[in-house]
């Protein structure tokens, strides 16, 4: 139930208060109309008790009084039938002893009682009848009263069905309208993302519990959208300024480092400078992803894929040699789009596959065209994979899947630059485990429905 609709939620609730209250009035009424009628039974046999004449034999009362549709019993002092007419006659008193010695004693008794038979109920009166301590029982059968009750159901029942489901659908369709600007709020809350927080909800156009709710989102959106811009300026303000102090610390630490001869100290020089690099490849990640989120990109001069990848290749060649890997590339494309960015990406996928790539194994990059002025660039190693409930969030922003995908001590925001930059590019990145063993990624960029590039374009 919790997982329905909010309308049809709403919807089954009203059908169900409905059908409770037209079951509790159904059965009022029908304790009402079967008292009435009874009561009416009632006063036509008290009406029929008055009418008793007082100086006709017993026989006589059936035949000349008109009693045939009733059941009149003379019951004497000793409690025995002395005489009865009526279509059910019975030698044995419809009222037990002590009910007749009420009526002996001037009390008008009634009872509801059972024929001879036990499948008939009768509505009973005793009254004293002359002076010899006689009773007159008379009785009336109540079928009337359950052929109404009967028809009161029948009728009833499917009329309080049929309000039921018209109650159900009318709460449907009430339900569906009142909550229609929660749904096209939800609708546009859905396209707002990270990547643009200038969009905003409808203004509401009347200040009920849904429109001050449209007015709080709003509000919360202003406060996370100047949240998130002073975020990224403090992001590419800082990447700047770290830039040139680590270009100033990489420049020292080699100078010093080529002028010692302690092997020792060499060492330790050597491991400055490799940290000194990692700093600077997480800071131009920084200052890739402030551009990205900034839009800054110059996601419009042409760039051939091909040339690019093998300046990425060419820097990773001695890495791959050092690993006993082997490290190749193929394919070719042109494509619009920002070099640093797009080059940066494709260094974080290679750099990424050879680390997790085993000694022996091999990396290959392949380039190639899906349109006019789109491609991508397919990744692939030979490395232990990712688990497949992992895989969904392998590009999110400082996500560390396990240690056999990622870097000791890593930020965990190469794959998050990849999938920066192919959104910048109207692309795509995406991830695969391949079957014969390792990872496939790739970088799709460009829209498929982009302009085709000129020929002196691609020159």
């Given at each position: 139930m919790s997982r329905l609709p909010i309308s049809v939620r709403l919807a089954a609730l009203t059908a169900a208060s409905l059908a409770l209250l037209l079951a509790l009035v159904g059965v009022a009424v029908?304790?009402?109309?079967?008292?009435?009628?009874?009561?009416?039974?009632?006063?036509?046999?008290?009406a029929l008790a008055r009418a008793l004449p007082g100086g006709v034999t017993a026989d006589e009362r059936g035949g000349e009084a008109g009693y045939e549709d009733?059941?009149?019993?003379?019951?004497?002092?000793?409690?025995r039938v002395v005489s009865s007419t009526g279509d059910s006659a019975t030698d044995r008193p419809l009222l037990g002893p002590a009910d007749l010695e009420r009526a002996r004693s001037g009390?008008?008794?009634?009872?509801?009682?059972?024929?001879?038979?036990?499948?008939?109920?009768?509505?009973?009166?005793a009254v004293a009848s002359g002076d010899e301590g006689q009773v007159a029982v008379l009785a009336a059968d109540l079928e009337e009263v359950d052929d109404a009750r009967a028809a009161l159901v029948a009728g009833?029942?499917?009329?309080?069905?049929?309000?039921?489901?018209?109650?159900?659908?009318?709460?449907?369709?009430?339900?569906?309208?009142?909550?229609?600007?929660?749904?096209r709020a939800t609708d546009e809350a859905l396209v707002i993302s990270a990547a643009d927080l200038s969009r905003r909800l409808s203004p509401p156009a009347r200040l009920d519990e849904v429109g001050r709710l449209v007015r709080t989102l709003n509000g919360m959106l202003d406060r996370?959208?100047?949240?998130?811009?002073r975020e990224r300026a403090f992001t590419a303000d800082s990447s700047h300024e770290l830039r040139t102090p680590l270009a100033i610390l990489t420049a020292e630490v080699e100078l010093v480092r080529d002028r010692v001869t302690d092997p020792a100290v060499r060492a330790a020089l050597d491991t400055a400078l490799?940290?000194?690099?990692?700093?600077?490849?997480?800071?131009?990640?920084?200052?890739?992803?402030?551009?990205?989120?900034?839009?800054?990109?110059?996601?419009?001069?042409?760039?051939d894929l091909d040339e690019l990848v093998g300046r990425v290749v060419g820097r990773f060649t001695r890495l791959a040699a050092r690993r006993g890997a082997q490290l190749r590339s193929s394919g070719a494309a042109v494509v619009r789009g920002d070099p640093a960015a797009v080059e940066r990406a494709v260094s974080n996928l290679v750099g990424n596959a050879l680390r997790h790539t085993p000694d022996g194994g091999t990396v290959t990059v392949n380039v190639q065209a899906t349109g006019p002025a789109s491609a991508e660039v397919v990744v692939r190693d030979t490395g232990p994979g990712v688990p497949p409930d992992?895989?969904?969030?392998?590009?999110?922003?400082f996500s560390r899947v396990d240690d056999a995908r990622h870097e000791r001590?890593?930020?965990?925001?190469?794959?998050?630059?990849?999938?920066?930059?192919?959104?910048?590019?109207?692309?795509?990145?995406?991830?695969?485990?391949?079957?014969?063993?390792?990872?496939?990624v790739t970088l799709g960029l460009g829209a498929t429905d982009q302009p085709p590039l000129r020929h002196a374009e691609r020159r």
């Amino acid at each position: 139930m919790s997982r329905l609709p909010i309308s049809v939620r709403l919807a089954a609730l009203t059908a169900a208060s409905l059908a409770l209250l037209l079951a509790l009035v159904g059965v009022a009424v029908h304790q009402q109309l079967g008292t009435a009628l009874r009561d009416g039974v009632d006063h036509r046999l008290a009406a029929l008790a008055r009418a008793l004449p007082g100086g006709v034999t017993a026989d006589e009362r059936g035949g000349e009084a008109g009693y045939e549709d009733e059941l009149v019993q003379i019951v004497d002092a000793r409690d025995r039938v002395v005489s009865s007419t009526g279509d059910s006659a019975t030698d044995r008193p419809l009222l037990g002893p002590a009910d007749l010695e009420r009526a002996r004693s001037g009390e008008a008794v009634f009872r509801t009682v059972t024929d001879d038979e036990g499948d008939e109920l009768l509505r009973t009166l005793a009254v004293a009848s002359g002076d010899e301590g006689q009773v007159a029982v008379l009785a009336a059968d109540l079928e009337e009263v359950d052929d109404a009750r009967a028809a009161l159901v029948a009728g009833y029942l499917p009329a309080a069905g049929l309000a039921t489901l018209l109650a159900g659908l009318l709460g449907y369709g009430i339900a569906r309208r009142g909550l229609a600007p929660v749904r096209r709020a939800t609708d546009e809350a859905l396209v707002i993302s990270a990547a643009d927080l200038s969009r905003r909800l409808s203004p509401p156009a009347r200040l009920d519990e849904v429109g001050r709710l449209v007015r709080t989102l709003n509000g919360m959106l202003d406060r996370l959208a100047a949240g998130v811009a002073r975020e990224r300026a403090f992001t590419a303000d800082s990447s700047h300024e770290l830039r040139t102090p680590l270009a100033i610390l990489t420049a020292e630490v080699e100078l010093v480092r080529d002028r010692v001869t302690d092997p020792a100290v060499r060492a330790a020089l050597d491991t400055a400078l490799a940290e000194a690099g990692r700093i600077s490849g997480l800071v131009d990640d920084l200052l890739v992803l402030a551009r990205t989120d900034a839009g800054h990109l110059e996601t419009s001069r042409p760039l051939d894929l091909d040339e690019l990848v093998g300046r990425v290749v060419g820097r990773f060649t001695r890495l791959a040699a050092r690993r006993g890997a082997q490290l190749r590339s193929s394919g070719a494309a042109v494509v619009r789009g920002d070099p640093a960015a797009v080059e940066r990406a494709v260094s974080n996928l290679v750099g990424n596959a050879l680390r997790h790539t085993p000694d022996g194994g091999t990396v290959t990059v392949n380039v190639q065209a899906t349109g006019p002025a789109s491609a991508e660039v397919v990744v692939r190693d030979t490395g232990p994979g990712v688990p497949p409930d992992r895989l969904a969030g392998l590009f999110d922003r400082f996500s560390r899947v396990d240690d056999a995908r990622h870097e000791r001590g890593g930020a965990g925001l190469g794959l998050a630059i990849v999938a920066a930059v192919a959104a910048a590019h109207g692309g795509w990145a995406t991830a695969a485990n391949d079957p014969s063993g390792g990872l496939v990624v790739t970088l799709g960029l460009g829209a498929t429905d982009q302009p085709p590039l000129r020929h002196a374009e691609r020159r």
